[in-house]
Every structure is written in C-alpha cells, then in structure tokens.
C-alpha cells in the first residue's frame, strides 16, 4: 500500500476556500479496519456547517481536518481481524466517527478512507455506486425516519424540504413503499422535479400555497426544514397521526398550537448521529433492492473531482440545486 494520498484538509474554520487540496500520509491499517477507495464521496450540509465553524469540531485539536461523512468505495486492504473476504468489494460507510464533529477518523474527501469494518455496509451485486452514493447518507437518514411514521402502503404523507437532499430521497422511497406523498419545496421551479420523484402534490412555500396544506388530512408528516412549516405540519396531523423531524434547515425555533399536544398525534424523530453499523446494512439493503427493482427514483447527481470541493461548497451554499452533489477521484 502506498504511503501517501492526496486528500482535502482544513486548517481554519471559514469559507470555502480553506478547502484545500494536499497530500497527506496514509494512516495505518488497524487489525479491524478496512481501508477503502473512494469511488464517491457526497456532500453534505454537515460538511458546510462543520467548515464554517456553525458545528464546532469536538476534539481540543481540531485541525487539520478532513472534512467528509460518507464514502463508496472499493475494499483494496483489511486488517488482521477484518475480513479478508471484503478485500475487492463495493461497500459504502457514513457516519459513526467518519469525519463530523466527532472525527474519530480522517473523513470522505480523500483518494482513500480508514474505517472499521463494522460501520461499513457491502453493496449488493449489480448495485451502480454513483447512484448509491447519490442516495447515501440523504436516503438512509431518510430510511431511518420514515420508519418511525409506520406502515406507509396508501397512508397520506407530506415531505418537508422535498428538493433538499433528505427531502428528495424520502418523497423517492415513500412513494415506493406506497405512500400518496405531498412534497413541500421552498421554490416552485422545484416542483416538477420533486414530482418526478413521486411526489403526487406539490406546494411551494415562497408562492403562499402553506394554507393549501389541510388540517387533519395526513398520516404523517416527514419534516427537514422546521421553523415556519412545523406549526402547519402538526396542524395537518390526522388524529393517531406522526411527524418525524430529522432536519431544521429553516431553523430550530418553532411555535405551534399547544392544543394540538392533547389531540392524539406523535411527534418523534430521527439523528444520523445514533446511526450504527446494523441501521447501515438494513437501510441499504432496503435502498439497493427498491433500486434494483425499479422502484425508487434515484435523486439527480452532479459529479465534480474531490479537488473541486471548494467549488461544490460554494454551489451548494448557494442553493436552488437539486439533488447531490458528488466528489470523485
């Protein structure tokens, strides 16, 4: 194995330009790990957050850090108690140290990534990588919370945030479980893409169409952006109807009717941060088997080098885009 790899580093909180390009040593193979090729790293608004300094890095030492929370890859080495088997396999990893605040490891932006090979999910045979990585950590976040509304084969289900990221794979996997979803988007030159997604209705918020949202008229409710929607979201809630929050990208100060806490709804929600390496495996093996079958709409990808990463930064702070943005080699 080679010694050195070219990676992005960052050395201050800032903008995008403390993206930068180097090389850097290839760490050593501990007896569980798994060292892995990027074939695709995504970006993630983790990734903004962290490099502007908004989610401080936990470590008294911080830098240099290697920013990135999710990697498909090819295993090229195991350690000793790693399974040898795994060398030569397509696998994805995300979260669980990788990168973060926590960066226990180096994380995805980098020719090669460490990780232990527990929090790594093999892909099934056949899978494409791009469009998995595509879906990623967007489409198990999107997993884990959709989970938690129950069944949803013809239950009624708005997605918040429904050309985001997060939004866009959970309108694309509710559909394909049998929901009738309604995509809410911020802009309505999204529409017809979150449509394509599955969405059967499509409300957006900057044109007034909040008040078309119905009280009473859901099952659940899937909410990424929080702030302003959140109110309507409960309010939509049909009695013995969930909202799972796993996003506030409008923001996390809400307000709502309090009567509405003695009707009987639920409001849960989900965290990547408590994903772990069996959540991994099952929501993948969920994802690649919709894929495979043709059922689940893959978001749409851009491809830009890992060099690049500055400039995908900035693209995705500047919003209107849709779908992932992907670093490759």
């Known amino acids: 194995m080679q ?4 990676s992005i580093v960052i050395s201050r909180y800032g903008g995008p330009e403390v993206l ?17 090729r990027t074939i695709a790293a995504a970006v993630n608004h983790t990734d903004l957050e962290i490099r502007a300094g908004n989610w401080p890095i936990r470590k008294p030492e911080p830098f240099p850090y290697v920013p990135g929370v999710e990697v498909v890859g090819e295993v090229v080495e195991a350690g000793s108690s790693a399974g040898r088997a795994l060398v030569g396999q397509q696998v994805i990893t995300m979260m669980q140290g990788l990168g973060g605040v926590r960066a226990d490891r180096p994380g995805g932006y980098a020719e090669f990534v460490t990780v232990d090979a527990s929090a790594a999910a093999q ?8 469009a998995i990585a595509a879906i990623g950590l967007a489409g198990v976040t999107a997993h884990e919370g959709l989970q938690r509304l129950g069944p949803l084969d013809g239950r009624h289900v708005m997605v918040t945030g429904a050309a985001g990221g997060v939004g866009s794979a959970a309108v694309s996997l509710a559909s394909a479980l049998g929901a009738h979803v309604l995509g809410l988007v911020s802009r309505p030159e999204q529409a017809d893409y979150v449509r394509a997604l599955g969405a059967e209705r499509v409300l957006a918020s900057k044109a007034g169409e909040l008040s078309l949202v119905e009280p009473q008229s859901l099952d659940g409710v899937f909410d990424t952006v929080g702030a302003a929607v959140f109110e309507i979201s409960v309010s939509a809630l049909k009695p ?11 923001g996390s100060d809400v307000r709502f009717d309090l009567w509405n806490l003695i009707r009987p709804v639920s409001l849960t929600g989900y965290s990547s941060e ?5 959540a991994l495996e099952a929501a993948i093996a969920t994802l690649a088997h919709l894929l495979a079958q043709r059922a689940m709409r893959t978001p749409k990808w851009t491809t830009m080098r890992i060099s690049e990463a500055s400039l995908a930064h900035a693209a995705l702070e500047q919003g209107g885009g849709k779908g992932r943005i992907l670093l490759v080699p």
């Open 3 to 6: 010694s050195e790899m070219r």
């Open 123 to 130: 892909l099934p045979a056949g899978t494409d990588p791009l």
């Open 240 to 250: 013995g109807g969930t909202m799972s929050l796993v996003g506030a990208v409008g």
């Open 20 to 36: 930068e390009w180097k090389t850097v040593p290839v760490l050593s193979l501990r007896a569980s790990e798994i060292r892995i």
């Open 274 to 278: 408590n994903l772990d390496g069996t």
